[in-house]
């Protein structure tokens, strides 16, 4: 089933430019939104160079009929060789992981020799409900979900991937890789549940023959068991198609959609739809979120909005595949301009990347692209300044991840927001990096807990190792732990004096600091319209590991702010130096470079 052939399989040679996915140098954009499509022009206009695009994306709701799926690759093919010959470097094709839509008319063009290649009918297909019953999709209409445990949907999926490859597609994305907020009890999930358990050698008085059903009465007892099951399934699916689409194109890239629709889901995520991103990312090649509120702004009640802690959070988890984040506001795909170079820049600022939906209406378009190019070009053009820069921490945040399953109340998350707002330089350390040493007391000041009385055995012994170090540990469950850190940390990375809704982030290279000042004092006023609200007068003290400085100089894409060379004086500073910066004006972004 996996070598499903309707056109003649051929091997596609050449891997992927591994620098194409490099902050500063990737560009990524979606080429579609709802009835708009083919936007490459768009796209590689604002200086996109990653192409998120249809292809065969369409194949969720059934084949065409022969003549019309030879025409359509033909199409396909000339469209993605036409975007690279603008500038693409990369095309990702779209394929939906579990959703079938028109199930009574999936498989009508189907020819024969194709329909005798599985054991079953696409009504077989579906997530089943602990009765053994299908289930409706939560997308709701004429949506069924599709089980990526069973083999059949799978060969489907991997004719699609090989489509989109032959096509000219470098690797593939999967949207909605979820399983039903029920739980799928299917029987191939049920003999996948069954080994499940009996590689953690539980045992429960089952033979792995046992029946369907059988198997079922035990995924309602063992809950939390179930719970895990279901978030691995998504990372399995992924796993075997990257496998079986590297057969087709060397080096082929996989990724998903990791969703995280805001930063609160983190741990609710993998208990409703399974989407499990410390899993996924162990198994596809760059991590791809879509949050739906959190495009950092300024609302109209004065409270600030920004995705920056987030993008920290997701770095501990993401195994260090590269992370790439679409964060919208109230659920638009339309982000004004200002908003949208804002937003490229505090992704850069993390190490990450932004992902741009340049799907705009005719009239918008022309606009958005001159708005959004400068932003393009300044990254690129300093993306040496972006890759192999060491985040600065004083503080280390300890995220337990594996507590998802106990509760969906993601605290670490929330006390990363905190110490963002109050511009203290953090990192997120999930429970495999500390318990293997990797938080350095020499470097991190303090690490920030949830509770001392939450900590597994061999989390409280590298706890206590750190401590031993000289670290200091604070808990958060004392009312006043922002101020314990800010009493830890003797001498601070950066300091800043200014409107509330600036931030800062300071990275390393060697030689160099590089200090991102950005803005958050942007409204939204509508898709396409935004206020910023520029910063005057901003005075920063940054630390640096040295204590002599050569020159401080700003770089920015913004008309009005200051740039070029700016005046700085050291004092010494516990070791290094504490360097005094005056920046006149910051209107979004601003990169400092101390060398």
């Given at each position: ?349 993390h190490g990450a990347s932004y992902l741009l939906w340049p799907t705009w209406p005719a009239e918008q378009r022309q606009r958005m692209i001159d708005a959004v190019r400068p932003e393009s070009d300044l990254l690129r053009a300093n993306a040496s300044l972006l890759q192999d820069a060491a985040g600065r921490a004083d503080v280390a945040v300890f995220l337990p991840f594996d507590e998802w399953v106990t509760t969906a109340d993601c605290r670490p998350m929330r006390l990363a927001q905190a110490l963002g707002a109050a511009n203290v330089q953090f990192e997120v350390i999930d429970a495999e990096d500390l318990r293997n040493g990797k938080l350095d007391a020499g470097k991190t000041a303090a690490l920030l807990i949830e509770s001392a009385d939450g900590l597994w055995a061999d989390d409280k012994r590298a706890v206590e190792a750190f401590r031993a170090a000289g670290g200091t540990v604070v808990s958060a469950d004392r009312a006043d732990w922002l101020k314990a850190i800010r009493n830890a940390v003797a001498h601070p990375s950066a300091t800043i004096q200014g409107p509330g809704t600036l931030r800062v982030v300071v990275r390393d290279q060697p030689g160099r600091t590089i200090v991102h000042v950005l803005n958050l ?75």
């Amino acid at each position: 089933l996996a070598t499903i052939a309707w056109f003649p399989i051929r091997s596609i040679a050449g891997g992927i430019d591994p620098h194409a996915l490099g902050v500063g140098v990737a560009g990524h954009a979606f080429d579609h939104l709802g009835s708009l499509g083919e936007q490459a022009a768009a796209a590689t206009q604002s200086g996109s160079t990653i192409l998120y695009a249809t292809g065969f994306g369409w194949m969720y709701e059934g084949m065409r009929p022969p003549a019309e799926m030879a025409h359509a690759k033909d199409e396909i093919a000339a469209y993605v060789r036409g975007a690279k010959r603008d500038g693409i470097r990369l095309a990702i094709g779209y394929v939906c992981a579990t959703s079938i839509a028109g199930l009574d008319r999936f498989d009508r063009n189907w020819p024969a020799e194709f329909r005798a290649k599985f054991s079953s009918g696409p009504s077989a297909w579906l997530q089943r409900d602990a009765d053994g019953k299908p289930m409706p999709s939560w997308y709701g209409g004429e949506y069924r979900p599709a089980c990526m445990n069973n083999p059949d949907w799978r060969a489907y999926e991997k004719y699609v991937v090989r489509l989109q490859l032959e096509a000219g597609m470098d690797g593939i994305f999967f949207d909605n890789p979820a399983v039903h907020p029920q739980g799928c009890y299917c029987d191939d999930c049920m003999r996948r549940f069954a080994a499940f358990l009996d590689h953690r050698g539980a045992n429960v008085g089952l033979g792995r023959d046992a029946s369907p059903s059988a198997w079922r009465t035990i995924a309602n007892t063992r809950t939390d068991d179930f719970l895990r099951f279901r978030a691995s399934i998504a990372a399995d699916f992924l796993a075997d198609m990257r496998a079986y689409a590297r057969t087709i194109k060397p080096g082929a890239l996989v990724t998903c959609n990791n969703s995280l629709n805001s930063p609160d889901v983190l741990f609710r995520q993998c208990r409703t739809y399974g989407y499990n991103i410390d899993a996924l990312s162990r198994v596809e090649d760059l991590v791809v979120v879509e949050d739906m509120t959190s495009q950092p702004r300024v609302l109209a009640n004065g409270t600030t909005v920004e995705y920056g802690p987030t993008y920290e959070v997701l770095r501990s988890v993401s195994h260090g595949k590269p992370v790439v984040a679409i964060a919208l506001a109230d659920g638009d795909y339309h982000t004004p301009p200002d908003l949208t170079r804002l937003a490229m820049a505090e992704a850069a600022a993390h190490g990450a990347s932004y992902l741009l939906w340049p799907t705009w209406p005719a009239e918008q378009r022309q606009r958005m692209i001159d708005a959004v190019r400068p932003e393009s070009d300044l990254l690129r053009a300093n993306a040496s300044l972006l890759q192999d820069a060491a985040g600065r921490a004083d503080v280390a945040v300890f995220l337990p991840f594996d507590e998802w399953v106990t509760t969906a109340d993601c605290r670490p998350m929330r006390l990363a927001q905190a110490l963002g707002a109050a511009n203290v330089q953090f990192e997120v350390i999930d429970a495999e990096d500390l318990r293997n040493g990797k938080l350095d007391a020499g470097k991190t000041a303090a690490l920030l807990i949830e509770s001392a009385d939450g900590l597994w055995a061999d989390d409280k012994r590298a706890v206590e190792a750190f401590r031993a170090a000289g670290g200091t540990v604070v808990s958060a469950d004392r009312a006043d732990w922002l101020k314990a850190i800010r009493n830890a940390v003797a001498h601070p990375s950066a300091t800043i004096q200014g409107p509330g809704t600036l931030r800062v982030v300071v990275r390393d290279q060697p030689g160099r600091t590089i200090v991102h000042v950005l803005n958050l004092n942007v409204k939204r006023i509508s898709s396409f319209e935004d206020a910023v609200t520029p910063a005057e007068d901003v005075r920063l003290t940054i630390r640096i590991p040295r204590g002599a400085v050569r020159s401080v100089r700003a770089i920015t894409a913004d008309p009005g702010a200051t740039q070029g060379p700016i005046e700085s004086h050291a004092d010494p500073d516990g070791g290094g130096a504490a360097v005094g910066i005056r920046l006149p004006r910051v209107v979004l972004s601003t990169m400092l470079v101390i060398e």
